[in-house]
């Protein structure tokens, strides 16, 4: 463990001593705070919490069971759907209302279940495009080169050092395409790096990730709150949850049903019966 | 049979009028399609804005040659962003339907007897192209030679020996300004697919999720190249209305948007001369196929109980369609398309 990793965890650490392990604890420093978010598809309620908090530069994990409404919860706070009803506060700000591309700008950026990569363009335009306020993304703007030719430049630089950083360097001039299903992971995470967001949502950065990268990858997730930002992540898959998360939120059946930190959870007797169905009769499967 | 005086035909058809009305409609799509992945199945009512936009402006509401065209394109605007409003935020097989079903209803209304004391009805209208053939800068009894380009009483003729280019004055004339615009638009093309507004735009023909996921507020970026490609094709309808004289509705067919599909696909869509070559191409061996058939026809070459006259259209049609078959087998890119970019999974 490096020291700049020590000194994040500790950090981390501190933000959230004290906080009691039960849902809905409030934070020293929310981040993000929602109240009420409820998303019904027709009779089924797919989310309702209550309350969350997520503290400011730590790293959270969100577990649960399949079906528990984790990747609804995502969509709703980064607008990609809309709450039946509820609302939240991101940085200060009411962004209950915001569209997706609204939320990416007020600094909470999102990667995807299933990688989204612009396949048949390159790797290095892959990484432009997340690039926020470019001039030459004004239509009348774009046929002028000399108004945004600077700024291209500028963005290209810091393409190229996220590139570097993600050892996707060599792969710049490639398609998208062309890449593993690691290396998708890679290139997606990086892409949000490009907005400089406050805040970055995961979900399931680890999915069809070979163990090889696994590694890389965890590393990479602690750097981003090295650097400062917060992380809330999706996964299923407790070992990570236990190797990065400075605290975990479980959610089943759409609710919110405890919070706390890696070791609480794994002692919590809700959260082995939401995995196991510990309430239901073997029978009855 | 005279092969030399069929080459020489469809050469001359293959950089003339009728090619630069199919290039600039799919130039249009190009934007649409090619670059940003809508599937717009209306270019010929957008090209019927423009046409029916200059005609009704001239004829029927007595407006200079200049409002014409002015109403032609906001009349393409507008109907893009009818079209847009509702359909852009949905799935991009909405589009299609909307688009396909919007321009029926175009045509449908354009031969409707109701108002056919303006619009003409089935029959159409002309009598609005001659301001822009006053404009023509040379005499009709001009005559001059440069090399292998000569002028004979206003006509031009381009003699390259075993076969030559002939074209009418006003021909001339739509070929100049045709060839202008279709230069002008591929410059502008060039310079908005090469900037980051031209990124974004391949961005969401690939995902458009991810690009919302990267702030880009993509259902603005989609009506622009909406509006844009729509412009675009209302320019090919100026030349196509310009260029015969007159307009009549049923040409404004679904028929007329495949074709652009068919010269996009042909040359090499997301290629900014693409529509270019392929509309070239297209008419090159539409003129070949029929005049070559006719020609051997009258030649007694294939004789009677083979082929007939008459038979020679839809056979040109077929084979056509047989061509373009092989093609997306053996060359899915087109001309000069990037058959890389072919090989990954759209997903």
């Known amino acids: 463990m490096s020291d700049k990793e020590k000194a994040g965890k500790a950090a981390a650490g501190a933000a959230l001593a004290g906080v009691p392990a039960e849902p809905g604890a409030p934070k020293a420093d929310a981040i993000l705070s929602a109240t009420g978010v409820r998303r019904a598809f027709g009779g089924l309620v797919a989310v309702d919490v209550e309350h969350v908090e997520i503290q400011r530069g730590t790293i959270t994990a969100l577990i649960g069971p399949n079906g528990a409404g984790k990747t609804t919860f995502f969509n709703l706070l980064t607008g990609f759907d809309r709450p039946s009803r509820g609302s939240w506060d991101f940085d200060g700000r009411r962004a209950d209302r915001m569209r997706s591309f609204q939320v990416a700008r007020a600094g909470m950026v999102r990667t995807f279940q299933l990688t989204k990569a612009l396949t048949r363009m390159s790797v290095l335009d892959n990484m432009l495009i997340g690039a926020a306020d470019q001039v030459g993304e004004r239509m009348w703007a774009g046929l002028v080169p000399r108004l945004w030719r600077g700024q291209e430049a500028a963005n290209r630089e810091r393409a190229l050092v996220l590139l570097e950083r993600f050892k996707l360097i060599d792969k710049r001039e490639h398609y998208a395409g062309e890449l593993s299903g690691g290396q998708r992971k890679l290139l997606e995470m990086a892409r949000a790096l490009m907005l400089e967001p406050k805040m970055i949502m995961l979900d399931e950065p680890m999915a069809g990730v070979n163990p090889a990268l696994k590694q890389s990858l965890l590393e990479h997730i602690k750097d981003l709150r090295e650097d400062g930002m917060t992380v809330l992540f999706v996964e299923h898959d407790m070992d990570m949850v236990h190797e990065i998360a400075d605290w975990v939120a479980v959610m089943a059946a759409g609710q919110l049903i405890t919070e706390g930190t890696p070791d609480q959870i794994s002692a919590d007797q809700r959260v082995i019966d939401a995995y196991l169905g510990a309430h239901h009769d073997a029978a009855q499967h | ?347």
Request: charged residues 15%; neutral net charge.
């Open chain 2, 1 to 347: 049979m005279d092969w030399q005086f069929v080459f020489s035909q469809a050469l001359t058809q293959a950089i003339g009028p009728t090619m630069l009305v199919y290039a600039l409609g799919a130039i249009g799509l190009n934007l649409q399609f090619g670059y940003t992945g809508l599937l717009n199945f209306g270019q010929a009512a957008f090209a019927a804005m423009g046409a029916y936009g200059l005609a009704l402006s001239v004829v029927a509401w007595g407006l200079p040659f200049w409002w014409g065209i002015l109403i032609g394109l906001a009349a393409a605007v507008v109907m893009a962003l009818l079209l847009g409003i509702p359909t852009l935020r949905l799935r991009a097989d909405y589009l299609a339907i909307v688009t396909i079903a919007a321009a029926e209803i175009i045509r449908r209304l354009a031969r409707a007897t109701v108002w056919s004391d303006t619009t003409g009805g089935s029959d159409g209208m002309r009598g609005f192209s001659e301001p822009f053939f006053e404009l023509i800068p040379w005499d009709r009894d001009s005559t001059w030679t440069l090399l292998f380009v000569s002028m004979d009483n206003g006509r031009l003729a381009v003699d390259f020996g075993i076969f030559e280019l002939q074209y009418s004055y006003r021909d001339t004339w739509i070929m100049v300004v045709g060839w202008a615009l279709v230069l002008l638009i591929c410059g502008v093309m060039a310079l908005l697919v090469h900037s980051p507004w031209g990124r974004v735009l391949k961005g969401i023909r690939e995902d458009e999720e991810a690009v919302r996921s990267l702030g880009k507020n993509v259902f603005a970026f989609k009506m622009q190249a909406l509006v844009f490609g729509g412009i675009i094709g209302a320019v090919a309808g100026f030349l196509f209305a310009l260029s015969r004289a007159n307009i009549q509705p049923d040409t404004f067919t679904t028929d007329f948007t495949f074709y652009f599909y068919v010269v996009l696909i042909l040359g090499g869509a997301a290629r900014v001369f693409g529509p270019v070559l392929g509309a070239a191409l297209f008419w090159f061996l539409y003129n070949i196929l029929s005049q070559g058939l006719g020609e051997a026809i009258r030649a007694d070459v294939i004789p009677p109980s083979v082929l007939e006259m008459t038979q020679v259209g839809p056979l040109v049609f077929l084979l056509l369609g047989l061509g373009m078959v092989l093609l997306l087998i053996f060359r899915p890119q087109g001309l000069i398309g990037n058959r890389k970019e072919l090989l990954f999974d759209v997903r």
